[in-house]
C-alpha cells in the first residue's frame, strides 16, 4: 500500500513539476522573433506583444524611480538584458511601419488576436515610468 502511495505522489509531484517547467520553458522570447517572417500588422503586434511582456519580466515589479535607485552592478546587469530587447524593438518598428503599427502606434492591429495583452502590457510599462 505504501508503494502506490509513494507511486502517486512521485507521479503527481513529477507531473505538476513538468507542467511548471513546460509553461516556464516554451515561454516567448524577443530574441526569438524573425522581422523577416512579420508577413502583416497581426505578426507586428503578436511581436510587440512578446517584446513588451519580456520588459515586464526584466524590470519585475519596479518602476523607473526604484531602478534608478538600484546599485550601479545591478542596473548594469538590468541594462545588458534590456539593451538587445531595445535593439529588437527597433528593428520590428522599422519593419511594422509598412503596416501602420508602431510600438508606440498600434491602434491599427484591434483586431488581432495578442492586441489585448499588448495594450495590456503597454499600460503596465506607462505605469511604470518606461515607454
Do not use: W
Not at 531595445?86 to 483586431?111: A, S
Request: charged share 35%.
Amino acid at each position: 500500500m505504501k508503494k502506490i502511495f509513494l507511486f502517486l505522489f512521485l507521479g503527481l509531484f513529477f507531473n505538476s513539476c513538468n507542467s511548471y517547467l513546460g509553461k516556464k520553458l516554451s515561454k516567448k522570447s524577443a530574441e526569438d522573433i524573425d522581422v523577416t517572417k512579420i508577413e502583416d500588422a497581426c505578426d507586428c503586434v503578436e511581436a510587440f506583444e512578446t517584446i513588451s511582456a519580456n520588459f515586464l519580466d526584466v524590470y519585475g515589479n519596479k518602476t523607473r524611480e526604484e531602478l534608478n535607485e538600484l546599485s550601479d552592478d545591478k542596473k548594469e546587469k538590468i541594462k545588458k538584458k534590456v539593451d538587445p530587447l531595445f535593439e529588437k524593438r527597433n528593428e520590428v518598428n522599422e519593419h511594422c511601419r509598412k503596416f501602420g503599427i508602431t510600438y508606440k502606434r498600434f491602434t491599427n492591429g484591434q483586431t488581432c488576436p495578442s492586441y489585448k495583452d499588448l495594450s495590456k502590457n503597454a499600460e503596465k510599462l506607462e505605469e511604470k515610468g518606461f515607454k
